[in-house]
């Protein structure tokens, strides 16, 4: 470890100092440390490896944190984090009280922008550009997003804005024409004509040719702003320009993304324009390590591995994960029903609709990162007669909730939203907990919400919302399942009404989901204090099972649990039920507080927020004995 560049780094302002041959070093160093901590903690290696020599590029031109460096996901992000001050603390990635694994402005000040969901940083980056404009500001901003991130639509949105308003951005288009699986779209194919058309191949070694000539010293050949334009445009034939340069974006040819020297020339040039500027550098996602570039889609989000072998560092559980389960009811269903469409953004493997893609590719869609996109065209298949599956995540379907009211809810369609990572989901932490989707579901009128206790909950529930038209949302953590059998044949559930899962009358638990565990074990612990809990499953969020409510009435106290966010929850609405009832019991209301909730692996995090089963347990027995001190 010892002597290397990358412990002599204290500022990244330091990248200035460096020769472009020691950069390249300081690349080899970065990669090596990257793997290493990723190896043990786990991360979106991959990406991160794809993008070290552009962080390295842009870190040696500007001054961080008075130049602003905006990061897409920011799961790319990793070179950065090793480059501002967090080297020390990097094997602390993604665990508890650790490193966020995406940028984040509490942890440092180089980072602008709390990352996490794809193609916002064009728009930060407008923002900061227009904020410069008024104050009168000189610093530089660069935005780095990868070809997936913009094919999402608020960055369309951002380039719309950015074209016409010209202030000087510089934006790093990373493409290694890859999203989490191969990216998808007819961006990709453009992005494609471009990198291999004969007149961009041609512009690309004339300019590198070009710049070797002169001693890499592009200021000089290529000149500044619209000059640079011009220059540029020698190069390309009219119906091959990119699509961004007929918006009024002055676009590169295709760069090769891991030469230090093309890309700091180029950078150095678009750094002084007095407009918008596209640099569209060409890499491979995972460079560097070799399993990870075999297998790019693994080492996009990896488990901790052996960094030998780049295998799992820990054998799977047996256990099947919930998403599992879904992807292979859901073929089930397709298989009886041919009206059955599924629909991802960008996440086939994340949400198990790979098996559906495989056996009905024609009734399999793929949006790419959109999901509004995605629920719009979900109302539309079903106004034309089909019965679509949106399969998503629970805090990416945040992006399309006014689709999800006005597009569907509003007039009924026979929509499912299959809502994977429902709870608390890691490592990932608060820009990827699912914990709003009970509030936003909950809150519309004509939809129906399931949240199953265990995988056959699950596939019945999945069948049931097939079965039930109308908008239905069925929810469902990450990670594996209970390991319960599933039902030979999926059955439909009663509508908005629960199952007693144990038997008691001191206490009555109404629990939601993976709750319904945490209820069970606690009741099990207040058991052995004496105190008799009932466990009800309440399978639908909405409708409410208001007889069951109405039972729990006559309790000594009431608790709802839920891995979602009080606020405006699953476990309010049982209070308004309770109060229809005319006899309003003491309620604990149990869930997430108002507050974000941090990364770490979900037993710690539950453990953090007083939601394991043992402070639930206590938790209840103090409230209990208050009441019954009181008397
Ligand atoms: C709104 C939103 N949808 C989906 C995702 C999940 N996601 C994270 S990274 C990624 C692919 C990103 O691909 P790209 O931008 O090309 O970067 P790369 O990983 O290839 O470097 C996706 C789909 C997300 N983070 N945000
Ligand atoms: C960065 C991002 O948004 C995804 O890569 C996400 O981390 C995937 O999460 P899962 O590991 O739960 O599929
Ligand atoms: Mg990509």
């Not at 002597?3 to 970065?30: Q, W």
């Not at 180029?266 to 996602?285: F, M, N, Q, S």
């Not at 809990?533 to 909405?542: C, T």
Request: one cysteine or more; glycine letters at 10%.
């Amino acid at each position: 470890m010892g002597d290397r560049i990358l412990d002599c780094i204290t500022a990244p302002s330091d990248l200035g100092l460096l020769t472009n041959e020691e950069l390249g070093i300081l690349a080899t160093e970065v990669r090596e440390q990257i793997v290493r901590d990723t190896s043990r903690t786990g991360g979106h290696v991959a990406s991160s490896l794809g993008a070290v020599e552009i962080i390295l590029a842009v870190h040696s031109l500007i001054k961080s944190p008075h130049d602003r460096f905006v990061f897409d996901v920011g799961h790319q992000a990793y070179a950065h984090k090793l480059l501002t001050g967090r080297m020390s603390r990097f094997h602390t990635l993604r665990t508890f009280q650790g490193l966020s694994g995406f940028t984040n402005p509490f942890e440092s000040e180089h980072d602008v922008h709390a990352s996490g969901h794809a193609s916002d940083s064009l728009s930060i980056a407008l923002g900061l550009a227009k904020a410069r404009a008024i104050r009168g500001g000189d610093e530089k901003i660069v935005a780095l997003i990868g070809d997936a991130g913009l094919s999402g639509g608020m960055a369309f949105e951002a380039i719309n804005t950015i074209g016409q308003m010209q202030l000087p951005i510089v934006m790093i288009l990373n493409d290694n024409e890859m999203s989490i699986s191969r990216n998808v779209g007819a961006l990709v194919k453009h992005l494609g004509a471009l990198r291999s058309s004969e007149a961009y191949r041609e512009a690309r070694d004339a300019t590198q040719e070009r710049f070797e000539q002169a001693g890499r010293m592009p200021r000089a050949l290529v000149g500044f702003g619209r000059s640079m334009k011009d220059s540029l445009k020698q190069f390309v034939l009219p119906q091959e320009t990119m699509l961004y340069e007929q918006l009024g974006i002055l676009c590169t040819p295709p760069i090769d993304g891991h030469d230090i020297a093309q890309l700091k020339d180029i950078l150095a040039t678009a750094l002084e324009a007095d407009g918008p500027v596209l640099i569209h550098a060409v890499t491979r996602k995972g460079a560097g390590y070799a399993p990870a570039e075999a297998d790019p889609v693994r080492f996009h989000g990896a488990p901790a591995f052996d960094v030998a072998t780049g295998k799992d560092a820990k054998p799977s559980s047996g256990v099947p994960s919930y998403t599992s389960v879904f992807g292979n009811a859901l073929v089930a269903e397709g298989e009886a029903d041919d009206r059955v469409v599924a629909i991802t953004a960008a996440m086939r493997g994340g949400t198990g609709v790979e098996g559906f893609f495989r056996a009905f590719p024609d009734r399999a869609i793929d949006v790419g990162i959109a999901e509004e996109n995605a629920v719009g065209m979900a109302a539309g298949l079903s106004k034309g007669g089909m019965k679509p599956v949106v399969a998503i995540y629970s805090t990416f379907l945040q992006r399309a909730i006014d689709q999800l009211i006005i597009d569907n809810a509003l007039i009924e369609t026979n929509v499912v939203f299959a809502i994977d990572r429902a709870g608390l989901v890691g490592a990932d932490g608060a820009t990827h907990h699912g914990v709003f989707d009970l509030v936003y579901t909950r809150m519309v009128p004509n939809m129906r919400v399931l949240a199953p206790s265990n995988e056959a909950e699950l596939v019945n529930a999945l069948h049931t919302a097939l079965q039930l038209g109308g908008p239905v949302a069925v929810r469902y953590p990450r990670g594996n399942a209970q390991g319960v059998e599933l039902p030979k044949q999926p059955a439909c559930l009663p509508l908005g009404r629960s199952v007693e899962r144990r038997a008691g009358d001191q206490v009555v638990f109404l629990a939601f989901g993976d709750m319904v565990k945490v209820a069970m074990d606690a009741a099990e612990l207040m058991a052995q204090q004496g105190i008799e809990a009932r466990v009800v499953d309440m399978r639908w969020a909405k409708p409410l099972d208001e007889d069951a409510i109405a039972r729990a009435a006559d309790a000594e106290l009431v608790v709802t649990l839920e891995d979602g966010a009080i606020a405006g929850g699953v476990g309010e609405g049982v209070v308004h039920a309770l109060t229809r009832t005319g006899k309003v019991p003491p309620v604990m209301v149990l869930g997430i507080e108002d507050a974000f909730v941090t990364h770490g692996a979900p037993a710690q995090l539950f453990e953090s927020l007083g939601l394991d089963a043992p402070q639930v347990a206590s938790r209840v027995q103090d409230r209990l004995q208050q009441l019954r001190d009181q008397g």
